[in-house]
C-alpha cells in the first residue's frame, strides 16, 4: 500500500551495532505493527501500538524496542541483544474498528543483514 | 496463545485446476481470520477475509470458507492462473494481534 512507507529497503549491521528501521503511515490509522519473516515462515509480531505513546510486546519482543511518539510513525531499533537479527522486517497498520478486528496494511519491508 | 497451522506447505496446480489451502486453528474466541498472498520479495497483500459470524465469503475466482465448531478455514482459488502463483498465508485475530500460518507456496503450471 502507498500509504506505509519503510526505509531502508536494505540494511546492514556491525556485530554490537543497534540499527533502526523506520515504518511511517499517511492512512490515519490507529495501529501499527512490526513483524519478522525468515525464509520460508510466516511472520511473527514483535512489538505492536493501539495509541501514541503505548505499546505492547508481540511474541518475539527479545531484543528490540519501539517508539510510539506520534500516530504516523512507529520505528522500530533492533538491539545488540538480538544475536540473530539477518530477516525481512514488515510493519502494518490497521483501523480500530468498533465493530471488531480490521484488516492490516503492510509496508515493502526492510531487508537486515549482519556484516 | 493462538496457534495457527496451514497445509499445504506446497501446492502444485495445473492452470485451470483449483487449489485449496487449509488451515486450523487454537483460540476459540478468535474472530477474524484473513488470508494474504505474497510474491516474492513483497509485501503481503489482503485478497479476502472472513468474520466469524459468515461461513462463507466469495470474490471472483478466490472463497473462504470457516468452520467455527472445527476451528477450520479454507482458501479456494478456481480457475488458478499463472500469476496466482504466490506464497499464501493464513492468520486468525486472538485479542487483536494476528497469528500467522507458516505458508503455502503455490506454483501453477501452464
Redesign the interface.
Known amino acids: 500500500d502507498g500509504g506505509i512507507t519503510q526505509s531502508p529497503k536494505y540494511l546492514f549491521r556491525k556485530e554490537g551495532q543497534n540499527v533502526t528501521l523506520s515504518c511511517e503511515q499517511n492512512l490515519n490509522h490507529d495501529a501499527m505493527y512490526w513483524y519478522r519473516q525468515d525464509p520460508g515462515q510466516g511472520l511473527r509480531l514483535i512489538y505492536y501500538s493501539q495509541i501514541v505513546n503505548d505499546f505492547q510486546k508481540g511474541d518475539i519482543a527479545e531484543g528490540y524496542s519501539v517508539s510510539r511518539e506520534k500516530k504516523e510513525s512507529f520505528p522500530l531499533t533492533v538491539t545488540s541483544a538480538q544475536k540473530n537479527p539477518t530477516a525481512f522486517y514488515l510493519c502494518a497498520s490497521s483501523i480500530l474498528g468498533d465493530s471488531g478486528n480490521q484488516p492490516q496494511h503492510f509496508g515493502d519491508g526492510t531487508r537486515l543483514s549482519i556484516l | ?1 493462538e496457534n ?1 497451522e ?1 497445509h499445504p506447505s506446497t501446492l502444485s496446480v495445473q492452470e485451470g485446476d483449483s487449489a485449496v489451502i487449509k488451515c486450523t486453528y487454537s483460540d476459540s474466541a478468535s ?2 481470520f ?1 488470508w494474504y498472498k505474497q510474491e516474492l520479495g ?5 485478497i479476502i ?1 472472513i ?1 466469524s459470524n459468515v461461513g462463507e465469503k466469495k470474490d471472483q475466482r478466490i472463497a473462504v470458507t470457516l468452520n467455527k465448531t472445527a476451528k477450520h478455514f479454507s482458501l479456494h482459488i478456481t480457475e488458478t492462473q499463472p500469476e496466482d502463483s504466490a506464497v499464501y ?1 493464513c492468520a486468525a ?1 486472538s485479542w ?8 503455502t507456496q503455490v506454483v501453477v503450471t501452464p
Open positions: 496463545g495457527v496451514q474472530n477474524y484473513p513483497k509485501r503481503p497483500q489482503l477475509d468474520r498465508f485475530d487483536g494481534k494476528l497469528q500467522f500460518g507458516a505458508g
